[in-house]
C-alpha cells in the first residue's frame, strides 16, 4: 500500500502553540509547530526526522490525540493512534502482573483484551515468577523488559513510536528490536520519530522532514532522510562525497523561502499575524543574509532537489 | 464500548492506588484505622481533657465531628491535586481527566466507609440506640460525597492553569475546619453568629450525622437539600471546564 490509496490521516496547516509563563497575568505564546502538511497512508511506516526541538513531540501528541492543533486541520478515518510508551503508570509497590494490567488499561487496551494477554506478557518479560513480587523489587533491566512487553501489546490502527525500538540487555534488546521491527514493517501503519537515520532508511517507506516546526520537505524515505542526513551531517557527507560544494547553506535558505510563504498565507487568515510577522521579518533578513554570502543559486537547485519551495509543507508530497 | 474502557480503568486504577498505599507499609490496611484513631485522641485530649468542653456525649459527638471532617479534607486535598499530577501520564498518553479526580474521590470515600462502621459500631457499643432516623445517614452520606466531590473536581479543572491555588486549599481547609463545628456544637456560638455559621454546608452537614447517631433525630431535610443543589452548581461547570480543556490540560501541566 501507500501512496496511491485513500490517506488514514491528512494534516493541513497544522500548528500548535504553547503558552509560556512570563510573571503574574504575562504569557508568551510559542508556537511549536507552525505549518506542518502531510498525509499518512494505511500500511505504511512514515518516518519522522528534524532537529531537538523541531516539533517532533508536539507532532506525536497531536497525532495521538493528547492535544489538538491549534491551526490547521486534520482529516481523516477517526482511528485510534497511540503512542507506544513504556512503563507507563508503573506503581513500585504493585506487582509485575497489576502493573501490566494497569499500564496496559492506561495504554488503551480492554481490561478483558490485556486480561487474555496477560500471560503472553509474562513470557515475553522472561519474568519467571518476578512476575508475581512488586517491581519495587525488579532490576532496571526488569522493568525495562516488563515496560516493553506490555506497550508491545497495543494493537492501535495507527502506532506511534519514538526512538524506542529496543530495550534492556542486549539479549532482550536484540529480541525486542526484532519483533519491534516486524511490527512496523508489517501491514501497521506505524509513525517512526528517531534521530537515527539508518534506522529511518531501513524501516520507512516515507519521511517527513521537520525544521523549525514546518515540514521541510515528504517524499520516499530515501530521498527525504539522505537530504537531511548530508544537511546536518556534513562531516560524513563529506567524507564521502568530497567534491559537493556546501548544500547546507542552501537548505537553509529553502526553509526560510518556504517560511514565508507559509506564513504569509497563514497570516491572512489567522489570528497569528503578529507572531508570524515577526518570523517572516527574522526569515527575509536570515534568508537574505544567507544569499548574499552564498549566492542565489544554490537554494534554486535545492528546492529542485527536495521539490520543495513554494510553501512550507508543500514539498514532494505524495512521494514516489 | 470506550466509557466501559474509562470506567474500568477507574475502578482498576482506583483498586491499584489502595494497593499500593497499603502495601508500601507492613501493617497495610491497619492505618485505615490508626490515621483516624491518632487524630480523634489528639483532639479529644485538647479538647476534652485540657479544655474541658462541657457537651454531652462528648466522645461520640467529636469522633463525628474528626470523621466526617477527615473524609471531606481528604476528598477535596487528595483530588484537588490529581490532574496536575498526572502530567507524566497524561503527556504521554490520552485518558479523559475526569478519571484522576474520580479515582482520589473514590479512595477517599473507601476510607471512610471503613472508618464510618466502626462509628457506628462505636456509637451502639457506647449505648446509642439504633433507630429509624439512621437510615438518613446513606442520604447524608450522598449529599456529603456530592459535595466534597463537586469541590476536588473543581479545584482539580482549575490548580492546572492557576498553580498557586494549590496553597489556599490549604489555608482554606484548615480555616474551615475550625468553622465547621468538629469541636463544638451550635449552640455554643452567640445567638448573631449562628445564621453565618449555617451558611457553612460542612457545619450542616457535621450537624446532620450527629442529629442522627447521637440524637436519634431526624436530620433537616432542608439544609441538606440546599447542600445538594449547591454541589450540582459547582459539579456542574466542573465537569464542563474538564471535558472542554481534556487536551488542553497536557500543554499546561508540564
Redesign the interface.
Known sequence: MGPGAKPVLSLHHVGAS??LRKGFFRRRRFWALKDVSFDLYPGESLGVVGRNGCGKSTLL?IL?????PDKGSISGQHLSA??L?LQ??F????TGR?NA??SG????L??PGIAERIEAIAEFAELGDFFDE?IAEYSAGMRARLGFAVAFQLDPDILLIDEVLGVGDAQFREKSTAVMTEKIRSDKTVVLVSHNAETLLELCDRAVWLEDGCTRAVGPAEEVVIAYRDAFQPRRRARKRPNVEPVTAGYTASVDEARVDGARVDGARSDALIDKGTDVAHAVAHRDAERTAKGDGLSTEVHAATGSGEKCGRGLGRGS | MRDQHYFDLILYKTYADVRAETARTYIGYLWWLIDPLVAMATYYIVFGVFLQTQTEDFIPFLLIGVAVWQWFAATVSKGANTVRAAASLISQVYIPKLVFPTVAILIAFLHFVVVLLLLIAFCIFYGLRFSPPYTALVLIVAVQFLFSGSLAYLLAALIPFIPDLRNFVDYGLRMLMFLSGVFFAAEQLPEWARPWYYLNPMANLIESYREVLIHQRWPDFGALGLVALLSCAIVVPAIYLLTRYDRVYPKVVD
Do not use: D, S, V
Open positions: 504553547y503558552w501528541k495521538a490525540g493528547i492535544t489538538r497511540t503512542l510508551a507507563l503508570g506503581l513500585p509497590y504493585l497489576e494490567m494497569l488499561m492506561m495504554l488503551g480492554t481490561r512488586p
